[in-house]
């Protein structure tokens, strides 16, 4: 194994909010609190420690207890459970949707990120019990986004019908799910234990909520994470207070509207909140709650409520009422002890919309720190790399610019017209100081045929270095080859590929290389050569 890093500059794909967040730019500042640095999160601990309900812990703590009931639980994992009810406990949080068989391979890079972070200021803060959590985007109803995984160029889909949050479906269904995959598996060792998780996951439990706390479990027990569903009645009784802020006062949507208006000028706003910032959960639905003509609305329903009585209905039937996008963070910092959440870059763009509702809602605003993002290399392909004199900056740039690139460098001929064309501009430099000591007119002249000129040479530049691609056939078919392996369909694998395809070859020696691999603190991008 070996590990090398690259400024996320250097790679692309990463945008500005973010890229200037992890530069700390004067931009910014006012959008966060405390920065992913040592001294950030001694401040974020005091001020967490301050701010937190203590006598949420003992609620937390029982709840994820009696939500483990049945699965095969590590010593370290219920330890932090029981560790949550203690003053000096703190969590750092990621949240992942429940994409099946884990979906792209980033759900494992935040996690590990998380884990490896949780035991990097558990180290720093001695005197404090730092806990990994897993958030289970239990309540999300976009099942569109989350019913398959690629695997080896394959879409493995689960057709299903339920509706509402994804976390309550049944698993109805993926025992063709399971048969396909296993098919494409083959009959290896590590063949039969990705079988084995899929088929424990899926095939026994009833709801998607518990086969990937399952999963999720097997893959990340030793390390102790503590994995959480936040669609619980329990749980929700915490957040009432807020729920019922939100609709009398709709506090999310005044308080992130303020932030955008200042943030949009200089960033592009990842999302904007609704009114009311409230599902209604049912048996099998998920609708937005409206207020329209004073009274509140089901939407897609003929369900209404009186002021009074929905404030009734959230008393006594909190588990109704399900956060979206703009509230989930405040109701997670509400339960949870949390000093910090790592995400991806979508993520965090979304919470730096945030500080002013945390303020306005009397919550500690976390820490905001990037997951480790991850491009993984085989020895093979490394080789293959040196040998085409490809960098691994350059392996990220468009297709058509590396080849370009790679053909000129290649070439025994010039094909980079940029001296010629800045030649070019010099002698209508001096024609255009003619022109100017005679008539108006033939400035225009001079100038329109700078342009002529110069877009003829610009055209020429582009056949030859087609015809010259053509005559390096090989080696455009080698670099096309290598990059669509190492970056399929121009983004990042981590986006595409799921987990299985590499621990099918290197096993669980794959889920400790990354464990060892990922730091969270370096914020750069992770190249792991394998």
């Given at each position: 194994m070996k590990v090398t890093q690259l400024p996320y500059e250097k790679i692309g794909f990463i945008s500005k909010i973010?890229?200037?967040?992890?530069?700390?730019?004067?931009?910014?500042?006012?959008?966060?609190?405390?920065?992913?640095?040592?001294?950030?999160?001694?401040?974020?601990?005091?001020?967490?420690?301050?701010?937190?309900?203590?006598?949420?812990?003992?609620?937390?703590?029982?709840?994820?207890?009696?939500?483990?009931?049945g699965l095969n639980i590590s010593e370290k994992t219920k330890g932090n459970i029981t560790l949550l009810k203690e003053p000096n406990t703190y969590t750092v949080t990621?949240?992942?949707?429940l994409n099946l068989f884990t979906g792209p391979l980033y759900f494992l890079y935040k996690i590990f990120s998380t884990i490896n972070l949780a035991e990097e200021l558990a180290e720093k803060f001695p005197d404090k019990n730092i806990i990994p959590i897993f958030w289970m985007a239990t309540e999300d109803h976009d099942f569109e986004e989350i019913n398959f995984f690629n695997f080896q160029n394959k879409k493995i889909k689960w057709e299903h019908k339920d509706g509402g949050a994804v976390g309550r479906f049944k698993t109805n269904g993926l025992e063709g799910v399971f048969e396909e995959f296993s098919t494409s598996l083959g009959s290896s060792k590590n063949a039969d234990k990705l079988k084995n998780l899929f088929s424990k996951g899926y095939l026994e439990n009833e709801s998607l909520a518990d086969a990937t706390r399952y999963i999720a479990n097997e893959m990340f027990k030793e390390y102790g994470l503590v994995i959480i569903d936040g669609d619980n009645k329990d749980l929700k009784?915490?957040?009432?207070?807020?729920?019922?802020?939100?609709?009398?006062?709709?506090?999310?949507?005044?308080?992130?509207?303020?932030?955008?208006?200042s943030l949009e000028k200089n960033y592009k706003i990842q999302v904007k909140p609704r009114e009311i910032n409230l599902f209604y959960l049912g048996d099998s639905s998920r609708e937005r709650i409206l207020f329209e003509n004073n009274v509140y609305k089901i939407k897609n329903t003929n369900k209404t409520f009186s002021k009074e009585s929905i404030l009734k209905e959230v008393t006594e039937n909190p588990l109704a009422f399900s956060p979206n996008v703009i509230m989930r963070p405040l109701y997670q910092e509400t339960i949870l002890p949390n000093i910090c959440y790592v995400g991806g870059g979508g993520e965090l763009a979304y919470w730096l919309e945030l500080k002013e509702y945390f303020k306005k809602s009397e919550v500690s605003f976390p820490v905001l720190l990037l997951r480790n993002a991850v491009q993984i290399i085989s020895k093979k392909q490394q080789n293959k790399l040196n040998k085409l004199e490809i960098s691994h900056e350059e392996l990220f740039l468009n297709s058509h610019i590396l080849l370009s690139k790679k053909v000129i460098e290649n070439s025994k001929i010039e094909l980079d017209f940029k001296l010629k064309i800045a030649f070019l501009k010099n002698q209508f430099i001096e024609l255009r100081q003619i022109a100017e000591k005679t008539d108006f007119s033939f400035t225009g002249a001079v100038n329109a045929q700078e342009r002529k000129q110069i877009k003829g040479l610009e055209s020429l530049q582009k056949k030859l270095l087609n015809a010259e691609k053509k005559r390096q056939k090989n080696l455009v078919n080698?670099?096309?080859?290598?990059?669509?392996?190492?970056?399929?369909?121009?983004?990042?694998?981590?986006?595409?590929?799921n987990f299985s395809?590499?621990?099918?070859?290197?096993?669980?020696?794959?889920?400790?290389?990354?464990?060892t691999a990922l730091k969270p603190l370096d914020l750069d991008f992770t190249i792991l050569e394998i």
């Open positions: 973010i890229l200037d967040y992890i530069d700390q730019k004067g931009s910014i500042q006012s959008y966060f609190t405390n920065f992913p640095n040592l001294e950030g999160f001694e401040k974020q601990i005091k001020e967490k420690e301050k701010s937190f309900n203590q006598k949420n812990r003992i609620i937390l703590s029982q709840t994820i207890d009696s939500q483990y009931k990621t949240g992942h949707q009784k915490l957040f009432i207070p807020n729920i019922k802020d939100e609709l009398e006062h709709q506090t999310s949507f005044n308080a992130v509207s303020k932030t955008i208006s080698r670099v096309t080859e290598l990059q669509n392996q190492l970056v399929p369909n121009e983004n990042l694998e981590e986006r595409q590929r395809e590499y621990y099918l070859e290197y096993g669980g020696t794959f889920l400790t290389d990354l464990k």
